[in-house]
Protein backbone atom coordinates (compact mmCIF):
# COMPACT_ATOMS: atom_id res chain seq x y z
CA UNK A 1 0.00 0.00 0.00
CA UNK A 2 2.97 2.28 0.63
CA UNK A 3 3.77 1.82 -2.76
CA UNK A 4 0.71 2.58 -4.02
CA UNK A 5 0.39 5.80 -1.87
CA UNK A 6 3.90 7.22 -2.97
CA UNK A 7 2.63 6.29 -7.04
CA UNK A 8 -0.64 8.70 -6.34
CA UNK A 9 1.27 11.30 -4.62
CA UNK A 10 4.04 11.09 -7.17
CA UNK A 11 1.45 11.53 -10.01
CA UNK A 12 -0.44 13.91 -8.25
CA UNK A 13 2.42 16.68 -7.70
CA UNK A 14 3.26 16.33 -11.67
CA UNK A 15 0.03 16.80 -12.47
CA UNK A 16 0.13 20.07 -10.64
CA UNK A 17 3.26 21.14 -12.40
CA UNK A 18 1.60 20.95 -15.79
CA UNK A 19 -0.87 24.11 -16.82
CA UNK A 20 -1.93 23.48 -20.51
CA UNK A 21 -3.13 26.11 -22.41
CA UNK A 22 -5.19 25.92 -25.96
CA UNK A 23 -4.25 28.36 -29.12
CA UNK A 24 -7.48 29.00 -31.12
CA UNK A 25 -8.09 31.18 -34.71
CA UNK A 26 -11.76 32.21 -35.57
CA UNK A 27 -14.13 34.98 -36.42
CA UNK A 28 -15.74 37.55 -33.81
CA UNK A 29 -18.53 39.77 -35.70
CA UNK A 30 -21.09 41.96 -34.81
CA UNK A 31 -24.89 41.09 -34.66
CA UNK A 32 -24.90 40.91 -38.52
CA UNK A 33 -22.75 38.11 -38.60
CA UNK A 34 -20.35 38.30 -41.32
CA UNK A 35 -17.35 40.86 -42.60
CA UNK A 36 -19.36 43.03 -44.05
CA UNK A 37 -20.80 43.75 -40.78
CA UNK A 38 -17.03 43.95 -39.41
CA UNK A 39 -16.09 40.47 -38.70
CA UNK A 40 -12.32 40.38 -37.92
CA UNK A 41 -10.20 36.93 -37.59
CA UNK A 42 -9.21 36.46 -33.98
CA UNK A 43 -6.09 34.39 -32.29
CA UNK A 44 -6.37 33.55 -28.96
CA UNK A 45 -4.07 31.84 -26.59
CA UNK A 46 -5.55 30.65 -23.43
CA UNK A 47 -4.49 28.98 -20.31
CA UNK A 48 -6.91 25.81 -20.19
CA UNK A 49 -8.61 26.81 -17.06
CA UNK A 50 -9.67 30.12 -18.45
CA UNK A 51 -11.62 28.57 -21.40
CA UNK A 52 -14.89 29.87 -20.31
CA UNK A 53 -16.84 32.95 -22.30
CA UNK A 54 -16.28 35.44 -19.54
CA UNK A 55 -12.73 34.55 -18.91
CA UNK A 56 -12.05 34.81 -22.26
CA UNK A 57 -12.45 38.89 -22.14
CA UNK A 58 -9.98 38.97 -19.56
CA UNK A 59 -6.73 39.23 -19.91
CA UNK A 60 -5.49 37.47 -17.11
CA UNK A 61 -4.63 33.85 -18.55
CA UNK A 62 -5.92 34.63 -22.02
CA UNK A 63 -4.12 36.79 -24.88
CA UNK A 64 -6.56 37.76 -27.09
CA UNK A 65 -6.01 38.93 -30.60
CA UNK A 66 -2.20 38.18 -30.03
CA UNK A 67 -0.83 36.42 -33.26
CA UNK A 68 2.45 38.13 -33.90
CA UNK A 69 3.54 36.85 -37.33
CA UNK A 70 2.94 33.66 -39.15
CA UNK A 71 -0.22 31.21 -38.81
CA UNK A 72 -1.05 28.53 -37.13
CA UNK A 73 -4.75 27.58 -39.13
CA UNK A 74 -8.14 27.63 -37.85
CA UNK A 75 -11.96 29.03 -39.11
CA UNK A 76 -12.93 31.60 -41.37
CA UNK A 77 -10.12 34.48 -41.92
CA UNK A 78 -7.23 32.51 -40.17
CA UNK A 79 -4.03 32.55 -41.28
CA UNK A 80 -2.88 29.04 -42.83
CA UNK A 81 -0.49 27.34 -40.99
CA UNK A 82 3.29 27.89 -41.05
CA UNK A 83 6.92 26.61 -40.12
CA UNK A 84 6.73 29.19 -37.43
CA UNK A 85 4.29 31.13 -35.51
CA UNK A 86 4.61 33.78 -32.40
CA UNK A 87 1.82 35.11 -30.18
CA UNK A 88 2.03 37.50 -27.23
CA UNK A 89 2.00 36.98 -23.87
CA UNK A 90 0.28 34.50 -21.81
CA UNK A 91 0.38 34.14 -17.90
CA UNK A 92 3.08 36.94 -17.63
CA UNK A 93 5.11 35.39 -19.68
CA UNK A 94 5.91 37.74 -22.74
CA UNK A 95 6.36 36.48 -26.59
CA UNK A 96 5.96 32.91 -27.38
CA UNK A 97 7.90 31.53 -30.66
CA UNK A 98 6.38 27.99 -32.05
CA UNK A 99 8.37 25.99 -34.04
CA UNK A 100 6.51 22.86 -36.04
CA UNK A 101 7.84 19.43 -35.26
CA UNK A 102 6.44 16.59 -37.36
CA UNK A 103 2.54 17.21 -36.69
CA UNK A 104 3.15 19.11 -33.42
CA UNK A 105 4.72 22.47 -32.33
CA UNK A 106 7.51 22.86 -30.03
CA UNK A 107 6.84 26.26 -27.59
CA UNK A 108 9.93 28.27 -26.62
CA UNK A 109 9.63 31.77 -24.93
CA UNK A 110 11.43 34.50 -27.19
CA UNK A 111 14.88 35.57 -25.91
CA UNK A 112 14.48 32.99 -23.27
CA UNK A 113 17.30 30.30 -22.46
CA UNK A 114 16.29 28.00 -25.30
CA UNK A 115 14.38 25.90 -22.85
CA UNK A 116 11.34 24.00 -24.24
CA UNK A 117 8.49 25.44 -22.65
CA UNK A 118 5.57 23.72 -24.36
CA UNK A 119 4.28 20.73 -26.88
CA UNK A 120 1.48 21.31 -29.12
CA UNK A 121 -0.93 18.69 -30.12
CA UNK A 122 -3.48 19.31 -33.09
CA UNK A 123 -7.07 19.37 -31.30
CA UNK A 124 -10.37 20.18 -32.84
CA UNK A 125 -13.54 21.54 -31.66
CA UNK A 126 -15.51 25.00 -31.43
CA UNK A 127 -15.63 27.72 -28.73
CA UNK A 128 -18.80 30.02 -29.55
CA UNK A 129 -19.29 33.12 -27.29
CA UNK A 130 -21.95 35.40 -27.30
CA UNK A 131 -21.17 38.97 -26.12
CA UNK A 132 -24.51 40.30 -27.15
CA UNK A 133 -23.81 42.65 -29.99
CA UNK A 134 -20.74 40.63 -30.91
CA UNK A 135 -19.92 36.94 -31.25
CA UNK A 136 -16.81 35.00 -31.65
CA UNK A 137 -16.74 31.41 -33.27
CA UNK A 138 -13.08 29.98 -32.54
CA UNK A 139 -11.69 26.91 -33.95
CA UNK A 140 -10.01 24.58 -31.37
CA UNK A 141 -6.63 23.89 -33.11
CA UNK A 142 -3.46 23.06 -30.27
CA UNK A 143 -3.83 21.92 -27.12
CA UNK A 144 -0.26 22.75 -25.72
CA UNK A 145 1.39 21.14 -22.65
CA UNK A 146 3.21 23.79 -20.65
CA UNK A 147 3.86 24.88 -17.17
CA UNK A 148 4.10 28.34 -18.02
CA UNK A 149 0.60 29.11 -16.64
CA UNK A 150 0.90 27.59 -13.16
CA UNK A 151 -1.16 29.57 -10.58
Known amino acids: MKATLSSVLLLGLSLGVMADFQIMCGPCC???G????????DAIIS???KL???NLSNANG???NSLISGGFGGALGCPEATSFFQMGG??????LNFYQNGD??????DGGDGSQVATCYGTSGTKSCDYGA???AWQQTWYCDSYICNE
Do not use: P
Open 30 to 32: DAG
Open 34 to 41: DFSDGCYS
Open 47 to 49: AQN
Open 52 to 54: GCS
Open 62 to 64: VAT
Open 90 to 95: LCGVGT
Open 104 to 109: TYIGYI
Open 134 to 136: ASC
